[in-house]
């Protein structure tokens, strides 16, 4: 699939790019950033991660509680910045290999175009965590990254085995748009209609991960497992939060046939039991739907199934920052609160 180099590295929260839809918006930068043998560029995001949090409370006065979006943007970054380290520091454990063939990555990168005078128009109005991304990453995105194709590791018994974390995010990422994307395309019996591809851009592909992380972790009862209710749960969910955050507006079946679609594409794991399916699936689709939302602070199904499971893995100062916040979406971090008041 063609594709804006600018879309790819978050170059703009109100980005409505037709042509992924908003399926590759932002995660195929933070995979590449990930996968680089040299770590400056992601120390470059750390940097501006915490210089915008420093900026944003500039001239507060410590009883000036006041919690704007420009803070929450901030800590946001702090988030990604961690992820990205997380998957780094996991890739060159078990991803990186001596094989010679080219890395599914790098032949992406084949497909990245320049973007265009309407994408850098709409891009100056642009600010906060995809603007910040943008600069940090600068042409990673659209640069093939150092390592070569990653080879799969060992898992445990009765168990397929892994790609490593940022593999698996690809992986997903990339299923998103070879598999859900055509079978929406066959729903329609035709070109998708540009409404439908704005409003696929407008928050559906995050909101559709973390329902499905949401469900799959702690929302299913075993009967509805077993008499296949996933689906159905996940559509329900997807298409009340929509209407609850006044998103653009979607038909039902699109997001039937995305949901059945991307489900399907999950069920492969469904043999090895479903204590797998969760275990090594659930923390892959939380990271790709942190990193694909164009703006988590203002998403908080995101924040609520994504990123607060996901504390383990993210710096101290992160969860403080997230805590002063965004305090009220995260359960999870309550038992920090004394730290971050």
Known sequence: MKHWASCERAGSQRCACKMCMGAKHGWTGAVALAKDNTPHRRDDLRDAADERWRAAWVGHRPENR???YPKKSA???????????????????????????????????????TAGPDDLA????????????ASALGDTAARPPAAKESSRVAAGPGEPPRLSLVDQVEELGNALTNVVLRDIERAHHGPIPDT?????????????????AHVLSEGVTTVERLTGKVPELVTQLVLESRR?????????????TAVNSLWKHLTVLMPFGWLVLVKRMVPI????????????ERHEAVV????????????EETKRRLLKVLGNWLTGLEGHDDEAA
């Open 122 to 133: 709409a891009q100056s109005a642009a600010s906060g965590q995809s603007s910040l991304q």
């Open 75 to 113: 800590a946001i970054i702090s988030v990604v910045a961690d992820i990205v380290d997380w998957l780094a520091a996991d890739y060159e454990i078990h991803g990186r290999s001596t094989d010679s063939r080219r890395s599914s990555g790098e032949r992406a990168a084949e497909h990245v175009e």
């Open 244 to 256: 609850e955050a006044d998103r653009l507006p979607l038909e039902e079946f699109v997001v039937r």
């Open 304 to 315: 609520r199934y994504c990123v607060d499971p996901l504390a383990g893995q993210l710096r």
């Open 285 to 296: 689709v939380r990271v790709l739907a942190v990193l694909m939302c164009k703006a988590p």
């Open 196 to 212: 439908t591809k704005v409003a696929l851009a407008d928050h559906f592909w995050c909101d559709l991960l973390a329902q499905l």
């Open 66 to 68: 006041r919690i704007s």
